[in-house]
């Protein structure tokens, strides 16, 4: 079975309050975009699973891998047959796009698939959870509302679909745990699903990411890719999760070679959404 994990966009993002546990409650509209790894799982010509990565660097043990960590979480619950797995990485790593995650809640929906589960989503969401705190958007994969650490999701009706996106990684990318140290959370006096119920033309100003300003502080570029992309034509353009990602959004498609050569020395993607 062949699968194409794909990424996802933060349309706004509130970071509310930090936790006594030390995680964050927030408030983002997570969105599916079309960039995709690609994911093959194949009965395992040995007795024992297998993980093999290509394509874009993850630098990690396979074991550690979200994917092996996702087979090992569903084999627990339902004692799995061995499995080859081929990952492809296409995704930018590091960039807030939710490629890892992505990779692992396919790796569960593909193994449901491939052996006849018969599993709800709510339960693989449950376990996609317990993996990464954007795993369980990817088994449901549609527009959707998310709050707490990210976990608690609620459908939301939005199609964009009359948009192209640019997406535009730069060559570094920004960890989450520094992303987080330099917010300080508060409560937005204006909720993300009330903005986005404005014409898409009046989100810029209006709807923002909390990690943007102060990210884009110790990475100036991606202020500067930001503005880039404005001046390309979008009606709105941000970073994306804690980054170092930035997307536009666009009336009029914009070619994938011209955005390459636009910005040279970054991963680049653009599609329809």
């Known amino acids: 079975m062949i699968l ?15 936790r006594p546990d030390g995680y964050h409650d927030i408030v983002t509209l997570m969105y599916p975009i079309g960039w995709a790894d690609i ?13 093999t990565v290509t394509g874009n660097s993850v630098d990690c043990q396979a074991e550690k891998n ?23 990485k296409v995704i930018p790593d590091g960039a807030g796009l939710g490629g890892g995650s992505a990779d692992a809640a396919f790796t569960l929906t593909g193994l449901d698939s491939i ?6 989503k709510e339960y693989l969401a449950e376990i996609a959870g317990s993996i990464g705190a954007d795993c369980s958007f990817f088994i449901y994969n549609r527009p959707m509302l998310c709050t707490g650490t990210g976990t608690t999701m609620q459908p ?22 520094e992303a987080y140290s330099a917010v300080t959370p508060a409560v937005a006096p204006r909720q993300i699903a009330e903005i986005l119920r404005l014409p898409e033309a009046e989100w810029q100003g209006e709807l923002k990411n909390d990690f943007e300003p102060t990210v ?11 503005d880039r992309l404005y001046s390309l ?21 914009i070619l994938a070679d011209d955005l390459k050569r636009v910005f040279s020395d970054c991963a680049t993607f653009a599609g329809r959404l």
């Not at 939301?156 to 745990?177: E, G, M, N, Q, W």
């Open 4 to 18: 194409f994990p794909n990424a996802k966009i933060n349309l706004g993002l509130d970071i509310e309050r930090r």
């Open 39 to 51: 994911l093959e799982i194949v009965p395992a010509a040995g007795s024992d699973t297998t993980l």
């Open 66 to 88: 979200l994917v092996m960590k996702a087979y090992r979480a569903l084999d627990a619950e339902v004692n799995l047959p061995p499995v080859d797995i081929y990952l492809h």
């Open 115 to 120: 052996f006849d589960l018969g599993l709800e």
């Open 156 to 177: 939301y009706d939005l199609d964009l679909s009359k948009y192209h996106i640019a997406v535009v990684k730069p060559p570094f990318s920004v960890p989450t745990r």
């Open 216 to 226: 884009g502080a110790r990475h100036p570029r991606i202020f500067e890719i930001r």
């Open 233 to 253: 034509g979008a009606i709105y353009a941000a970073m994306s999760g804690s980054g170092s990602a930035v997307f536009g959004l666009f009336e009029n498609a």
